[in-house]
């Protein structure tokens, strides 16, 4: 794993570089599609987000500063912010399709039976991360499906790392006990 600063600079080269941009996207793209799908909770919805962070990261990609923030930091805030801009437009607590149970790209091997009891523990524990408050979901969201560092979590929270940790220690129990109890 590269580490903050090759992102920094490769962002600040993508600017210019196709290549340099393609591995930026490649690196962050299953990252971002699993911090926004674990928020929509639909393939659909997510597909359609992710695109959106892209072309803005795009857009904006010579704005970007790295005194100010990790270029994960800045990637991750447009993906929030993409987010956000689709709950304003989309019924809160819409219920998820049937179809959106079923990955069509899982491999042939993977039959429909293994999917849905894949599903079913999907479904378990996002219904256990709805339980949690909006900061311990974001920051479990971050640290698990986003594959992010605590340091990375704590700029793009504004918060201390001490305090990312011990929230997430604490939240790692508390979602422990709701996925127990259910």
């Known amino acids: 794993m590269q580490d903050i600063n090759y992102y920094n600079m490769l962002a600040q080269r993508a600017t210019t570089d196709e ?3 393609e591995e930026l996207y490649e690196h962050f793209f299953p990252r971002v599609y ?14 359609d987000i992710t695109s959106i962070t892209f072309v803005k ?9 790295p005194t100010q923030a990790a270029f994960s ?3 991750f805030r447009i993906a929030t912010n993409s987010i956000i801009d689709h709950a304003r437009h ?4 819409q219920e998820t399709e049937w179809e959106d149970f079923f990955d069509p790209a899982a491999p042939e091997y993977q039959e429909p039976e293994a999917q849905a009891l894949e599903k079913e523990g999907h479904r378990e524990l996002f219904a256990a991360l709805d339980k949690l408050n909006e900061r311990e979901r974001r920051i479990v969201e971050l640290r698990y499906f ?5 340091r990375s979590i704590a ?3 504004m918060m201390s790392e001490a305090n990312v940790r011990t929230t997430l220690h604490r939240t790692l129990a508390k979602l422990k006990k709701i996925l127990t109890d259910m």
């Open 19 to 21: 290549e340099a941009f």
């Open 34 to 47: 699993n911090f926004v799908y674990t928020r929509v909770k639909n393939s659909a919805d997510a597909d």
């Open 57 to 65: 990261m795009n857009e904006n990609l010579e704005r970007y500063n």
């Open 73 to 75: 930091t800045w990637l």
């Open 90 to 93: 989309v019924e809160k607590n």
């Open 146 to 150: 986003s594959d992010m560092d605590t």
């Open 155 to 157: 700029e793009i929270l």
